[in-house]
């Protein structure tokens, strides 16, 4: 036995493991320091994380932008948390002066007082101009983002069905269509600006391509519309935003943004497996009954 009654820690094979614990149970320094590396291994880790995700933090979780008009929502994205960082550490703060100014020195009760002018006229001025930031810059962006008066390169007419999406590429005279089992691929050219114009037979759907930064409901009887110019090839991720019933999971579609010769080569292919023609997908449900009966 050891004196002071501490004894080494033995391995599975009996080896000494360079430990020492004590009869509290009280772990001595061997086992500190294979917890300090422990602890520099974590923040070497951390150190090392790809440009991509520092890039994304930067972005505050937002993806790389793929198009011109991206900027304007990703500004006012992180203009919007500028503005909560504010407000948050305005709040804390206040908090923390008041625990500590008005903490209880004695048992005396406090002095009562109906009002405090200066802490009232900063919590009702401090919202009204937070607020009224954000509005101006919603509205000033809003206005930019939804413009159409611009003549587009391309125009594609977006029909979401449930569960799926059809594409109609207007200009070209050729379609693609999807389904529950085989999700479409939207073909754009890069550097050229897209009309969107949103269309639904049935249900409210929501015509979401995270890379670019928009999205926008697309209604029954209601057609919706915007456009950007893709500025970066590659492939994205696109998917339904609204909840569309019990497939909605379904009605994802993949968006190439290629150069304008794969563009056209992609158009002579729909063309060469006798996608020509628009599809006008057929009116269902409860608004197709309201569209006949106004019609008679």
Not at 174 to 203: A, K
Not at 223 to 251: I, W
Request: glycine share 10%; proline share 5%.
């Amino acid at each position: 036995m050891r004196s002071g009654g501490e004894s080494p820690v033995l391995g599975a094979c009996g080896h000494r493991e360079g430990r020492v614990v004590g009869q509290s149970g009280r772990v001595r320094p061997a086992r500190r320091r294979v917890t300090a590396a422990a602890g520099v291994g974590a923040v070497m880790a951390l150190t090392g994380c790809s440009t991509e995700s520092s890039s994304q933090w930067a972005r505050l979780g937002l993806p790389e932008a793929a198009t011109e008009e991206a900027p304007l929502i990703g500004n006012l994205w992180i203009g919007a948390w500028i503005a909560a960082f504010g407000v948050g550490v305005l709040v804390w703060g206040l908090i923390i002066w008041a625990v500590v100014a008005y903490r209880k020195r004695n048992d005396d009760l406090p002095r009562q007082t109906r009002f405090n002018m200066p802490i009232e006229f900063l919590y009702t001025v401090t919202p009204l101009v937070v607020i009224a930031a954000l509005f101006y810059y919603t509205v000033d962006h809003q206005e930019q983002i939804v413009d159409t008066s611009a003549e587009p390169d391309l125009t594609v007419n977006v029909v979401g069905q449930q569960w799926s999406w059809t594409f109609n590429y207007i200009d070209e005279d050729v379609h693609e269509v999807g389904t529950t089992t085989e999700q479409p691929t939207l073909y754009l050219p890069v550097g050229q600006t897209v009309r969107f114009e949103l269309t639904s037979p049935d249900v409210v759907h929501s015509f979401w391509v995270p890379s670019f930064y928009m999205k926008m409901d697309v209604v029954p009887g209601h057609p919706n519309s915007f456009q950007v110019t893709p500025d970066r090839e590659g492939t994205y991720a696109g998917k339904c935003a609204e909840l569309c019933g019990a497939y909605h999971s379904s009605m994802v579609f993949d968006v190439e943004v290629v150069s304008e010769e794969e563009f056209d080569e992609q158009m002579d292919a729909l063309r060469d497996a006798g996608q020509t023609g628009l599809i006008e997908v057929p009116l269902r449900g409860t608004y197709s009954e309201d569209q006949a009966g106004s019609s008679q």
